[in-house]
């Protein structure tokens, strides 16, 4: 079947103040009650008050769940369901970056559905309407505010079950650049390159249409552009705008032409180590091109020409080893760690985390399927770029 089916939030909404509109949302659903899915450190702030208040303001009474992990885990989804459940919400604001959303999503699943969350892996198996679902986001990476995907670690296999069905898009997604400028450099630069990876996986996926190249190449030029202004002044608002766009771009080409082996195997990294999940795919971005840079030259080529990395008399292999090397130089510019090594990642590992990554759903697009020895090369690769480009 050659079906490109193309899923989105029903309504999304950008800008300064955008957060505001959550009162009048709530009401126009006559929600009663609301539950506010955040970490820790957003649960204390501000701007969790705000997201109380309006939800006040809307006819409905708040109740704060503050726990979500970085990397959020089948516990968090446990124990935030049983919250939902026993103060018989209606309706779940997510607020924060990736981690709260898939947190929230899943919470949404558990809220209708029986058994675990365990039960759900994989593509389209949710059999009930989750709970409805409003995504405020206040990082600049992953998306998840907008996509059907939630990324949930399995805390006794120590892997991160990816949960993709379009039923767990949020109804509402929020992109306030308010929002963004108490971000890190290290997140700002992390969600950054989360991002950026998005936008390439999709580019050279072989479920990529004109639809999600459009979205892709665009993401990619926003990035270059703005990462390096976001990262150097958190307060620049223009740039904290533009990145949240791009995000959002990458995230339409992303949840329609799906990923890659950058985030099948950063999935494993992840649930290993617990590492941040734009690190993890910064690192990885240039070592899985690589590998891919013969099955996805002419796509990688065209990147190279629209971002005018290429040179005349350049051939597309050429163009694609050269939208590798700028990747590195943005991933350096915004200071990520080199690679694996400087991670304390431990090679031992690489054969029972290739294994996992074979089986992550989010390698199915990428444009050519490697084999366990080559997924070993690929952590290799980027465990030391230095020796490896010596070799
Ligand atoms: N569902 C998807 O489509 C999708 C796609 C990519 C990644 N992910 C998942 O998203 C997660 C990562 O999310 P993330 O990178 O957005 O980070 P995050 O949600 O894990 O947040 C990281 C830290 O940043 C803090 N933070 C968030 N916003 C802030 C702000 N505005 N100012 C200051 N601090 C802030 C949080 O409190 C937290 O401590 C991973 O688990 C990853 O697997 C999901
Ligand atoms: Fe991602």
């Not at 005018?308 to 080893?321: I, P, R």
């Not at 694996?340 to 996992?356: Q, T």
Request: aromatic share 8%; glycine share 6%; proline share 5%.
């Amino acid at each position: 079947m050659n079906a490109a089916y193309v899923f989105s939030p029903n309504k999304n909404v950008f800008g300064r103040g955008a957060i505001s509109v959550l009162a009048s949302e709530i009401k126009n659903r006559g929600s009663k009650k609301v539950l506010i899915v955040t970490d820790e450190f957003l649960a204390k702030t501000d701007l969790a008050e705000r997201i109380k208040q309006y939800v006040t303001s809307g006819g409905a009474t708040p109740v704060l769940w503050g726990k979500v992990h970085p990397n959020p885990t089948d516990a968090n989804v446990e124990e935030a369901t049983d919250v939902f459940k026993s103060n018989q919400c209606d309706l779940i604001i997510s607020l924060g970056g990736g981690s709260s959303h898939d947190c929230a999503k899943a919470v949404a699943i558990m809220a209708t559905n029986s058994g675990r969350i365990h039960d759900y892996e994989g593509v389209d198996k949710v059999k009930n309407a989750p709970a409805p679902l409003f995504s405020v986001n206040t990082t600049s990476g992953t998306a998840a505010e907008m996509t059907r995907f939630s990324i949930i670690t399995d805390t006794a296999r120590r892997v991160k079950m990816a949960i993709i069905d379009w039923r767990i898009t949020p109804l509402l997604s929020i992109n306030d650049p308010e929002t963004l400028v108490s971000m890190p450099k290290g997140l700002t630069a992390a969600t950054g390159m989360d991002a950026l990876t998005h936008a390439v996986e999709a580019f050279v996926s072989t479920w990529a249409t004109p639809l999600t190249d459009a979205n892709a190449l665009t993401a990619i030029k926003m990035i270059f552009a703005n990462l390096p202004r976001a990262y150097d002044n958190g307060n620049d608002i223009e740039a904290r705008e533009k990145m949240a766009y791009a995000q959002y771009m990458a995230g339409v080409a992303f949840n329609n032409a799906g990923l890659g082996y950058v985030h099948a195997m950063a999935h494993q990294l992840g649930g290993f180590y617990d590492l941040p999940h734009g690190v993890c795919n910064a690192i990885l971005l240039p070592a899985v091109e690589f590998f891919n840079r013969t099955a996805a030259e002419r796509r990688l080529a065209i990147i190279a020409d629209e971002m005018k990395f290429s040179e005349s008399g350049m051939t597309n292999a050429d163009k694609a080893l050269a939208v590798i090397d700028k990747i590195k130089e943005l991933k350096d510019r915004v200071n990520i760690p080199k690679d694996l090594r400087s991670l304390n990642v431990s090679p031992n590992d690489f054969e029972e985390m290739a294994k996992f990554a074979m089986k992550d759903p989010c390698g199915f697009t990428n444009p050519v399927q490697p084999t366990l020895a080559e997924v070993i090369g690929i952590f290799e690769h980027a465990y030391d770029y230095e020796s490896a480009m010596a070799h």
